[in-house]
């Protein structure tokens, strides 16, 4: 979270998948606070606390997975291929557990 919103630079794969699970577990207890206040919707959507904290993080979040598709040499236009139905989502994952790039790459300074 240090660079909020920054879409340029590098986090390598184990940055990116500690916050990734970080943000999961959050939601998580989130999620479970929310059903407990009574505060969750009864169809499955989100609850309010949990909402807000999805707003919060949203932007940052799609900060961080440009900046590790960076690390992986790929442009973070990349993420776009999410709005494929299941298979857009499927290539982004396989993207995100790829090794990033040894050295310096056309995005920045590597490892």
Known sequence: MKNYVG???RVHRKEYWILSL?????????????????SSVKDGGFGILTLIYLLAVFLPSIGVIARHLHDTNLSGWWQLLTL?????????LVFTVMEGTRGDNRFGVGC
């Open 84 to 92: 494929i139905p299941l298979i857009g989502s499927i290539v982004l």
């Open 22 to 38: 970080f943000h999961a577990i959050i939601i998580i207890l989130l999620s479970i606070i929310d059903g407990v206040m009574g």
């Open 7 to 9: 879409f340029s630079g």
